[in-house]
């Protein structure tokens, strides 16, 4: 079928035009529109009647005039060509190069949003994924095909954090073919370069793909990009068979263009004024991580929030949690210590970390110290809570042991350098060396054998040196 | 059935899942329709004139004004036979293996048509009845063994009754002719594979009250807040809280002969992990695996919103299907909010009046007629046979905050609330079930059902736990104010009691394979155990004897460790009484007198 112009364009409206007598047009095709000046924007079709569409321009409807301006449907869907070599290339957040190398010469050509995953074709992510951080590794392990986002706030060091998981991130088993996605949706040129100048230092440039849309590029643009991204990571993951991380930073600003063009579709606001569909919404990106049966690659997503006023229950975080499977919560007061990085350990969860702990995974006391290492972390934290309010001599001898024992949590377990990348061994070994601050009997949540067999001689060796 | 009348009208508007059609006239509102070149499914929720809105169970990208709309004349229905047990369908009841193969992809594509049930596969019909017997709706002519544990009962449809003049019997495909009815002179050919709409309630003989418990296993439940069969259930969290660890618990551990569980618009990765566990994992009672009792419904959050509606209700009329058989059914919604959510997206595609936080008006009559379709009743047939739906369903209210609307709707027409608590969740302590906000309305009833089991010992024991409980909270308020010291010995030890009702008896560990259930036998020994250190212990604190020598005795250790023992071991918990009293003698002074502190 030829593609139809028409200069028939009868409102606009923040992002969204409104073409007549418009026919044959799909719904979700892509519309490709010039201006008089000769200016070419994209956008896609959002609702349709017999005789005219709705289009959300993807750079914004400024400057696009009733009459001048020709709009063109494309007789598809919004698609990505993707090849092997988009490893080392940057984007923009449509997809097209800016690296100033060659156009990409496309293997194929990939509708963005993808085909929901069938849960029958699932794989089960099971296989341990070490980070070096221990907060994530000892307490929120992570597993390769996991979404697992961090919880940040402005000003708290989740980029450096995100770069040295990326950066330290192997499996016990040893080197197998990777690859980083990244998506930026609206952050700075600063921050995006950070990411691109540690990618470049430690060489892993070459084996990653970037999509770069700024705080200045249009906002539109933002509802494609990490589309875009996890078209590719698909694309690698499960026809190049390659174990890819896929990093989506921030995914605030993505929710902010969202919620603008559902504001100019004058549709009923939900919390905040974020749309309804807020959660499927999300819910069809978070959920394009994972693995299948009889494919050795994967996708494992680190989407990146701030949450507006450090709120875990604003619409974006809340709706996120809901989705993905688990949260790393950043806590500024933590940071305000001084202490990096600075993960809230409490609220903080990994809900596939039971497959991919134990025995021949990681070690077999894994799962009882870190239920441990959490309880009494809970219960120092508390006390010294306590103690704020009647003084350290209120509490007794064991609450003093556990109140104790929480500070050199913090300080021992979760401070670690940025560059410092613990083996899970040393992580567990840290673990056990601060649980010989409490007394035995207060290790319910650990099996005897595992007490004798691992706490039993570090307590031996400390009253020796007593 | 509606007779079958076919209406083609065309695509005029397009929004999301949501095709408006013209060319209409004829069509009813629920009539499944094709939409398009590919024959997508969707439903029709309005017709006003020549004009149908429709929601459409599949992604509509690519659809074109113009295109054909074809009714079926038919409502959203159900292929019912055997089949069913150990099936993973999606929200319409497409098998999602079949799926695969059809899409030969990981990835779901459109338009796939596959049969609910195999249509070539043999059963072993064994039948029932006679010719010349005559039958009513409900009775059943016939039984074929669907897996190792669940004999399938082929029943005369609703509708239908007379005398039996032929009944076949060994192997047939479901749409084999097994028997055939003439009810004066009007004859009826029967089939194993049966059809139902699923939004049309299946009709029962007389609903029972709802005094015979369902044991899960999980201890807080069972004896704190127990469900009984036929009764309904809520568990509302913020994420994170244990939502969907409990559900799965239910799945695995409740006592029923049938589990339906639906994952409706939550995580793809939680239904594949029942679909590669339930296989492996033995249920208590038959000793078979989980799965031979157990169907699953998956539509996942980024499968197609407007099936999410349909997912619950094929659920609920497949369990209605077997509680017709007379087995007691557990449904296990995760989420029902996922679901509210897509009604309130098509009721705002629809333009309807929106309701409280854009739900539509209607969400509360919707919540509840889904809940009256559980319940304990006599089914249809003349052996009166007793069947049940137990239904629980998840919540997840945004930012956990329980006051919005489709908790509140819920909490209105379910007996059971389970609410969890996101810092006993942060706390580890799971089941995250807040001790003191959750209630059962069933308590009181079952109470009668476990005294008669456990020498009238098991009400007294349950409520003087949970006031220990209540008391600790209280206590706990002076203690932040002043300090443990303000507390007198009496207090100190309610103190301790509670504390170790919440470690050693309310935490469970859904991951540990003992801890993971708990039979009734054990629950209440343990329970008991733990009461009586609180009495012999006052007792003993009266008569002067140390405080820290009590709270610190070898017993305690044991106590705490009763949870790991087997099934087969619980017998050691007994003897734990005599260790107590062993114990606290040797730390009581000699001749000790009241001397309280
Ligand atoms: N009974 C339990 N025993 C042990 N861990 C649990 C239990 N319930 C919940 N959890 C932990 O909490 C996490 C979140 O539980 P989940 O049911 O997925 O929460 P929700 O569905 O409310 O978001 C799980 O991944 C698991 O680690
Ligand atoms: N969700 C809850 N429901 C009821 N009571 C609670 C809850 N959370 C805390 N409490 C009360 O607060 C007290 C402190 O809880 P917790 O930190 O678990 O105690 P501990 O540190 O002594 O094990 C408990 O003893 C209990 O009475
Ligand atoms: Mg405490
Ligand atoms: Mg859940």
């Known amino acids: 079928m030829l593609p139809r112009e028409y200069r028939t364009i009868s409102s606009l409206s923040g992002p969204l ?96 949003n993808g085909m929901p995953m069938n849960p029958f074709s699932r794989d089960y992510p099971s296989e341990f994924i070490q980070t070096g951080i221990s907060t994530i590794d000892g307490l929120n392990p992570m597993v390769r095909g996991q979404k697992l986002p961090i919880f940040s706030a402005s000003g708290l060091p989740h980029n450096r954090m995100a770069a040295q998981i990326a ?67 698909e694309y690698l993951a499960f026809e190049c068979n390659m174990h890819v991380v896929v990093i989506l930073t921030d995914l605030t600003n993505y929710c902010e263009a969202l919620r603008e063009i559902s504001a100019a579709r004058k549709e009923v606001p939900g919390r905040r004024g974020y749309p309804g569909y807020l959660y499927t919404d999300l819910a069809t990106m978070y959920e394009r991580a994972g693995r299948l049966k009889g494919k050795s690659g994967s996708i494992t997503q680190i989407p990146i929030l701030t949450m507006p006023e450090d709120d875990k229950t604003h619409p974006i975080p809340d709706l996120t949690g809901y989705i993905t499977e688990g949260q790393i919560i950043l806590s500024r007061s933590l940071h305000r210590q001084g202490i990096y990085p600075p993960v809230d350990v409490m609220p903080s969860l990994s809900r596939l970390k039971d497959k991919g702990i134990g025995k021949d995974k990681t070690r077999e006391d894994h799962a009882d110290l870190m239920n441990q290492l959490f309880a009494a972390y809970a219960r120092g934290k508390e ?70 067999k691992y706490l039993k001689p570090l307590l031996d060796a400390k009253s020796k040196t007593e | ?157 609703f509708g239908l009754k007379g005398k039996v003049t032929k009944i076949e019997s060994g192997e047939h495909t479901i749409e084999d002719v097994i028997a055939v009815l003439d009810d004066n002179g009007k004859k009826y050919e029967i089939k194993m594979l049966q059809r139902w709409p699923v939004r049309k309630p299946r009709p029962v003989a007389q609903r029972l009250a709802p005094n015979v418990p369902m044991t899960t296993g999980q201890r807080v439940v069972d004896a704190f807040f127990p469900v009984a069969l036929g009764g309904t259930a809520c568990v509302p969290g913020p994420f994170g809280s244990g939502k969907t660890v409990i559900q799965h618990q239910f799945a695995k551990w409740a006592q029923a ?41 998956a539509n996942t959050s980024n499968m197609p919103v407007a099936a999410r509606e349909a997912s619950v209700y094929t659920a609920i009329t497949l369990a209605e299907y077997y509680r017709d058989m007379g087995y007691s059914v557990a449904l296990m919604a995760d989420s029902t909010s996922r679901w509210a959510e897509a009604l309130r997206e098509m009721s705002g595609r629809l333009e309807e009046m929106p309701g409280e936080e854009g739900y539509p008006a209607y969400l509360g009559t919707r919540l509840a007629s889904f809940y009256e379709r559980a319940g304990r009743c006599i089914v249809n047939g003349k052996d009166q046979r007793e069947g049940s739906i137990t239904v629980i369903g998840a919540v997840s209210p945004p930012g956990g905050d329980l006051s919005e609307p489709v908790t509140q709707n819920t909490l209105r027409v379910t007996k059971v609330f389970w609410g969890l608590d996101a810092n006993l969740a942060y706390q580890r302590h799971f089941p995250a079930i807040n001790w003191l906000s959750s209630y059962s309305l069933y308590t009181e009833r079952l109470d009668a059902y476990w005294n008669e089991k456990f020498d009238d010992q098991w009400s007294g024991l349950r409520i003087e736990a ?132």
């Open chain 1, 17 to 112: 035009m409104m073409v007549e007598k418009t026919q044959d047009v799909r719904y979700d095709e892509l519309v490709e529109i010039s201006l008089a000046n000769g200016e070419k924007r994209r956008g896609r079709v959002l609702e349709i009647e017999t005789d005219r569409a709705l289009v959300q321009v993807f750079e914004g409807t400024s400057g696009i005039d009733g009459e001048d301006t020709k709009v063109r449907f494309v007789g598809k869907v919004l698609t990505l060509p993707v090849a092997r070599n988009m490893l080392g290339r940057v984007f923009n957040g449509r997809g097209e190069p800016i690296d100033g190398g060659a156009p990409l010469i496309a293997e194929q050509n990939l509708d963005i």
């Open chain 1, 167 to 233: 950066r330290q991130a192997t499996v016990i088993s040893g080197h197998e073919d990777f690859a980083v996605v990244f998506a930026a949706m609206g952050i700075t040129f600063e921050e995006a370069s950070f990411f691109m100048e540690d990618f470049r230092r430690t060489g892993a440039l070459q084996r990653t793909v970037l999509y770069i849309n700024l705080a200045d590029d249009p906002a539109i643009e933002r509802i494609s990009t990490p589309r875009i991204a996890l078209t590719a990571a």
């Open chain 1, 383 to 452: 006390a010294k809570e306590l103690a704020v309010i009647l003084g350290e001599g209120a509490l007794s001898d064991e609450d003093k042991a556990f109140a104790k024992f929480s500070t050199e949590f913090e300080d021992k377990y979760v401070r670690q350098g940025e560059y410092e990348n613990r083996t899970i061994k040393e992580t567990l070994e840290l673990g056990w060396n601060l649980l010989t601050m409490i007394p035995v009997k207060e290790l319910k949540r650990i099996r005897d054998a595992y007490i004798d």
């Open chain 2, 1 to 157: 059935m509606p007779d079958k009348k076919e209406v083609k009208g065309v695509i005029e508007r397009i929004s999301g899942s949501l095709v408006v059609a013209g060319g209409m006239e004829g069509a009813s509102m629920q009539d499944v329709v094709h939409i398009g070149e590919l024959g997508l499914v969707g439903e029709i929720l309005e017709v006003k004139g020549d004009k149908a809105s429709i929601q459409v169970y599949e992604e509509t990208s690519g659809l074109m004004p113009g295109e054909p709309v074809v009714s079926t004349g038919e409502p959203l229905s159900v292929e019912l036979g055997p089949g069913i047990i150990e099936q993973f369908y999606d929200g319409i009841q497409r098998p999602l293996e079949l799926i695969e193969k059809a899409a030969n992809s990981h990835f779901i594509s459109r338009g796939i048509s596959v049969p609910a049930l195999d249509r070539n596969k043999k059963w072993a019909f064994n039948p029932k009845v006679k010719v010349g017997d005559e039958v009513i709706a409900g009775d059943i002519l016939g039984t074929v063994q669907e897996t190792v544990v669940v004999e399938h009962r082929i029943m005369v449809p």
């Open chain 2, 257 to 297: 002969q049938i589990v339906v569980y639906v994952g409706c618009g939550e995580r793809g990765n939680e239904m594949t992990d029942v679909l590669l566990e339930f296989p492996e994992l033995d249920d208590p009672q038959s000793g078979q695996p989980l799965m031979k009792r157990t169907t699953l419904i």
């Open chain 2, 466 to 597: 949970m006031s220990l409980l209540e008391q600790e909270s209280q206590l706990n308020e002076i203690v932040r104010l002043v300090g443990i010291d303000a507390l007198s010995r009496d207090e100190r030890m309610v103190m301790e009691t509670a504390k170790s009702l919440r470690e050693d008896f309310l935490h469970q560990n859904a991951f540990h394979e003992i801890d993971t259930y708990a039979s009734m036998e054990k629950q209440f020994k343990m329970l008991r155990t733990i009461v009586d250190f609180h009495h012999q212990g006052l007792e003993a604190l009266r008569k002067g004897a140390p405080m820290n020598k009590l709270f610190n005795l070898p017993v305690r250790e044991q106590i705490a460790r009763m949870r790991y023992l087997e099934e087969k071991d619980i017998n050691q918990i007994d003897a734990l009484d005599e260790v107590i009293k062993e114990q606290i003698n040797g730390i009581v002074p000699v001749g000790g007198e009241t001397n309280a502190a």
